[in-house]
């Protein structure tokens, strides 16, 4: 396609992020429960700060017994380097690209993301998500941060936007998270390959999220199955969620009582597989391998292992490459489903683009005193 | 594949069922209250007639106004005889194929398809579900009174088993699927046509059959996503759940808040499909066409139709025979996940198969005293 830019197309790559050091740990954790868009607590700005500070220490604990930080940056680096290396040559009419880091909670963020688009001449830009199954949890409120951070940086006016918020079942993202999977169950002996329990695990998320409409457990579970169809099947599977914290009711299985579970039931070897992670970070090296590596020992499992994480694998930098360039090449401003705003949504910022590149419309807006409860700026 | 079998070749298509006339609802009411597999009651021999026969009058009303009874037995008796007619021609060397209905909660029952078998002269027997997603409310229970009614009879020696318990995914039903959404469709103005969403809706299950690891929630996305494929993803689109009943939490988001909040948000079009379910029954016909249809009108929705059943749809019967066929030239017993129990089952009789085909093995039973709710005849 021909976009009529001057300059190179930039391509956000937005994530949750994580401290890279243990100095990070409470920055990060204040920013995440300052959050309203995902947790709602009453006097948040006292609140959020008194349960962030609470829980640093033990977090930093945490990060500590993995060396001491997130490497998600670094992988996101490596992975947008791969990227747009192939886009260059998959999508030359939009060449050159360039990608920028924007998280959520942690630098680089979305107003760092965007002033160095602007610096480098960037008109055209895609918000590309690396959560490759949609929530409002977590794509949803990266959006709504990189508008509102392009409001705040004066740059609403500055780019054209395209959005690429899901891919669940990009054949590229599938193939590559089976070749995980593959070499994941090489870690058992081939004696008691067979008899290897499959155990996808996502992020869970609270009931009421998925009560208001969220498409994630059913995107999730759509991920799970392609990757058995490349397996034809041949191992038993379960798709679970983990890291459930605070009061309320999550979506379950949860993955932690599932591995008690295994273990009364006498299964004596699992693999478990971050269906909703491209990178390493805490909830994969310290929740799964550690937390419940620990547990799976505790209740008779004798092999708990984990595929690898797809961070560096080149087959996933081909599928970033061909998710994009077949998003540049269609001229559509976003998935088709994007515009449909959770039923039971009440944020009125919800599945907006800025600028798009072509016309985008989205499920309307109930204005009521509820909205109130969120940030417009 | 040689079964070195005599006689014919036994399909036994299990599925709810539903009364055929006002006469049977309370039996029906008071069969589906009394399994213990699905509904837990304090005093339940007490309690679950009671709770049937006060519900009696209510639903004989919802039957009245669909015509007098359930027409699921003519529809699974219609798609069984176009299964067998293709099925002889698709695997001459397990010909002749005759098929019995097994319903859990009204005639025919399992005890009756079996005792038929035995009279036809049939020694290989595939149990076969009529629900395309996995679920141990639906077909795990039907598959436990298989066997049970089999000992019952005597006969449960008489026969070589294998199962059928799954599908969601198949080419053939997500074709036709795909093609009622299409017929669906054809009811709006063509020019509102891009402006329907898509709401799938699959029978809600409790929480506490989610929590212990049923499968069902990710082989019904699994699906969604299938026919959305083939519809190139143009239409928004929503999976969400129907029939909650009682005091326990449900799965949602539920269909019929969603349908409001639609109303809310000022959608005018909405298709409805049925995506957990093959046949017209009581959920499609009372529920979905008349309970929400008018509830869509209340809150404002303009055209609310909904995708026709499979039903008598000629694609579905090829779906049905290749399911069949496929499965018999594999010599399986069933599908590799059909051993593993829910991680947090405490029913011994989950996961068997009578006098399998093949070796079969299932994860093991913890036995506990809580194991006695369930019956073992």
Redesign the interface.
Same mark, same amino acid.
């Given at each position: 396609m021909s976009t009529g830019q001057s300059g190179p197309t930039g391509i956000v790559m937005m994530n949750l992020g994580g401290p890279r050091t243990l100095d990070d740990v409470n920055p990060f954790l204040r920013a995440l429960f300052e959050d309203r868009e995902i947790i709602q607590l009453p006097l948040q700005g006292w609140l959020g700060p008194f349960i962030a500070d609470r829980r640093t220490k033990k977090i930093q604990q945490h990060y500590q017994e993995i060396g001491g930080g997130s490497p998600i940056l670094d992988w996101t680096e490596t992975q947008g380097r791969g990227m747009v290396e192939r886009l260059d040559h998959l999508s030359p009419a939009t060449a050159p690209h360039r990608f920028y880091v924007a998280f959520r909670y942690i630098e680089p963020s979305s107003e760092t993301a965007l002033k160095a688009m602007a610096a480098d001449g960037v008109t055209r830009a895609v918000a590309f998500t690396q959560y490759p199954q949609f929530s409002c949890s977590t794509t949803g409120s990266s959006l709504n941060e990189l508008w509102r951070a392009a409001r705040r940086a004066d740059l609403h006016d500055h780019f054209t936007w395209s959005v690429i918020d899901r891919w669940? +079942?990009h054949p590229g993202f599938v193939d590559a998270m089976t070749a995980t999977v593959r070499q994941g169950l090489q870690a058992f002996d081939e004696a008691v390959r067979d008899d290897v $329990?499959l155990l996808f695990s996502a992020h869970s998320l609270p *009931?009421s999220v998925?009560?208001?409409?969220?498409?994630y457990?059913? #995107?999730?579970?759509?991920s $799970? @199955?392609?990757v058995m169809?490349r397996l034809d099947?041949? @191992? #038993?599977?379960? *798709?679970?969620y983990q890291s459930e914290v605070g009061p309320v009711?999550w979506? /379950?299985?949860?993955t932690e +009582? $599932?591995i008690e579970? *295994?273990g009364?039931?006498?299964?004596k070897h699992v693999l478990v597989v971050g269906i909703a992670f491209t990178s390493d970070h805490i909830e994969t090296l310290h929740e799964l391998d550690i937390e419940y590596g620990e547990l799976a020992h505790r209740v008779g499992i004798e092999h708990f292992h984990r595929a690898p994480a797809l961070n560096g694998m080149p087959a996933f930098q081909d599928a970033l490459a061909d998710i994009v360039a077949t998003h540049l090449a269609s001229g559509e401003p976003c @998935?088709?489903?994007y /515009? *449909?705003?959770c039923? /039971?949504c009440v944020n009125p910022q919800c599945r907006n683009v800025l600028q798009p590149v072509a016309p985008f419309r989205r +499920?309307?807006? +109930?204005v009521s005193p509820k909205n109130r409860q969120y940030p417009t700026r």
């Amino acid at each position: 396609m021909s976009t009529g830019q001057s300059g190179p197309t930039g391509i956000v790559m937005m994530n949750l992020g994580g401290p890279r050091t243990l100095d990070d740990v409470n920055p990060f954790l204040r920013a995440l429960f300052e959050d309203r868009e995902i947790i709602q607590l009453p006097l948040q700005g006292w609140l959020g700060p008194f349960i962030a500070d609470r829980r640093t220490k033990k977090i930093q604990q945490h990060y500590q017994e993995i060396g001491g930080g997130s490497p998600i940056l670094d992988w996101t680096e490596t992975q947008g380097r791969g990227m747009v290396e192939r886009l260059d040559h998959l999508s030359p009419a939009t060449a050159p690209h360039r990608f920028y880091v924007a998280f959520r909670y942690i630098e680089p963020s979305s107003e760092t993301a965007l002033k160095a688009m602007a610096a480098d001449g960037v008109t055209r830009a895609v918000a590309f998500t690396q959560y490759p199954q949609f929530s409002c949890s977590t794509t949803g409120s990266s959006l709504n941060e990189l508008w509102r951070a392009a409001r705040r940086a004066d740059l609403h006016d500055h780019f054209t936007w395209s959005v690429i918020d899901r891919w669940p +079942t990009h054949p590229g993202f599938v193939d590559a998270m089976t070749a995980t999977v593959r070499q994941g169950l090489q870690a058992f002996d081939e004696a008691v390959r067979d008899d290897v $329990v499959l155990l996808f695990s996502a992020h869970s998320l609270p *009931l009421s999220v998925i009560d208001r409409g969220d498409a994630y457990p059913a #995107e999730v579970g759509a991920s $799970v @199955h392609e990757v058995m169809r490349r397996l034809d099947y041949r @191992h #038993e599977y379960l *798709l679970t969620y983990q890291s459930e914290v605070g009061p309320v009711r999550w979506l /379950g299985p949860s993955t932690e +009582t $599932v591995i008690e579970d *295994l273990g009364k039931k006498r299964r004596k070897h699992v693999l478990v597989v971050g269906i909703a992670f491209t990178s390493d970070h805490i909830e994969t090296l310290h929740e799964l391998d550690i937390e419940y590596g620990e547990l799976a020992h505790r209740v008779g499992i004798e092999h708990f292992h984990r595929a690898p994480a797809l961070n560096g694998m080149p087959a996933f930098q081909d599928a970033l490459a061909d998710i994009v360039a077949t998003h540049l090449a269609s001229g559509e401003p976003c @998935h088709p489903n994007y /515009g *449909l705003r959770c039923p /039971g949504c009440v944020n009125p910022q919800c599945r907006n683009v800025l600028q798009p590149v072509a016309p985008f419309r989205r +499920t309307a807006v +109930t204005v009521s005193p509820k909205n109130r409860q969120y940030p417009t700026r």
